[in-house]
């Protein structure tokens, strides 16, 4: 099979219309796609790459890494509170394997699917695994949630359960255990759900917000930093999973709840919106929590004194996240 046919065959047909007026004047198949945006909206515009061993183990189920490949792009989307619309794909992929083509196809034809996002155009190359996605979104004029935004008196908040990914991954790498928090948590790894209802619902709410992809401390510390303010956390109140005494199993240093927390809070692959809201949206916050069905946790408050501190103690803490240099 030929580049072209490899494209018409797994790819082209996630360029399908997602809803009747979708701005899409031209697909695949051109030197480049023609997208007509909507009045009185922007463009928001991301792009993520995955490399084997560094992003996902070798050996990865293909169906699940398609779906994570446009799931991390679609979380970007939803930190900034834009709809998805549009996006581009690029793989660089060793040797053709229809299977592996096929189910990688499919994760993210489901994927796409359910979010309403349509495949418009991509590159298709040879050489050590790497898997790139662009996506295109739409947000209101003056309405994108950035990371500029946080306020003095704000206070922060992060939805889901922090650490899950970050236990999938320890599980990966030790090989893996069944029973049922281990499937949770390889779910949370390979097939985040990108925030998305929250991020659109947070518009004319939030103030700033972030995915966690890199560690709740580190990505926190980019919006206090953008923002030109800091803030102090009340670490009991971070939502993570409860200690047991199996998690000593997947690594030693995982000997209390507290080492845990610590854990979480810096470990990534969490894909959950952490956002800063002013307190008189306190119950506006809760009622679309519930709506939505995902619990969002207050846990500290932005503050003028640069840095980021443990609402207890005082203390600086420590941050730590992933880095790649
Ligand atoms: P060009 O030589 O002009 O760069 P290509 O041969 O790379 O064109 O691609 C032909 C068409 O197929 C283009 O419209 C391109 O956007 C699309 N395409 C290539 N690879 C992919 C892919 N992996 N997914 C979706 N579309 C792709
Ligand atoms: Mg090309």
């Known amino acids: 099979m030929n580049e072209f046919d490899l494209i018409q065959r797994y790819f082209a047909p996630l360029d399908v219309a997602r809803k009747a007026d979708d701005g899409v004047v031209l697909g695949i198949g051109d030197d480049c796609a023609l997208l007509q945006m909507p009045v ?64 990688f196809a499919g994760g993210m034809a489901t994927l796409a699917r359910q979010t309403g996002i349509r495949l418009v155009g991509g590159d298709t190359t040879r ?74 619902a947070l518009r004319g709410v939030a103030h700033a917000c972030i995915d966690v992809s890199d560690g709740l401390l580190q990505d926190l510390t980019h919006v206090l930093a953008a923002s030109c303010v800091g803030a102090t956390l009340a670490l009991d109140k ?53 709506n939505l069905n995902l619990d969002v946790t207050r846990i500290g408050e932005v503050n003028s004194s640069a840095g980021l501190f443990d609402a207890q103690s005082g203390q600086t803490l420590v941050v730590k996240g992933y880095q790649h240099f």
């Open 127 to 200: 050489g050590p695994m790497a898997l790139t996605v662009q996506v295109m979104g739409t947000v209101p004029v003056g309405k994108a949630l950035q990371r500029n935004s946080a306020k003095v008196g704000d206070d922060i908040y992060v939805s889901g359960v922090l650490g899950l990914g970050g236990l999938g991954l320890l599980v990966r790498k030790q090989g893996v255990r069944d029973d049922e928090d281990t499937h949770l948590w390889l779910d949370k790894l390979e097939t985040p759900q990108p925030r998305l209802a929250l991020g659109s």
């Open 40 to 103: 009185q909206q922007h463009l928001a515009i991301s792009i993520d790459t995955l490399v084997e061993g560094v992003h996902f183990l070798a050996g990865t189920d293909p169906g699940r890494l398609g779906h994570k490949t446009l799931a991390v792009n679609l979380s970007d989307l939803a930190a900034m509170g834009a709809e998805p619309a549009w996006f581009m794909l690029c793989v660089t992929l060793p040797a053709q394997q229809p299977a592996w083509l096929e189910a």
């Open 238 to 290: 971070i939502p993570v999973p409860s200690w047991r005494k199996q998690l000593t199993h997947l690594s030693p240093t995982l000997s209390d709840q507290v080492a845990l927390r610590d854990y979480c809070i810096s470990c990534g692959d969490d894909y959950e919106l952490c956002f800063t809201a002013p307190v008189s949206a306190r119950d506006e916050i809760q009622a679309l929590s519930k």
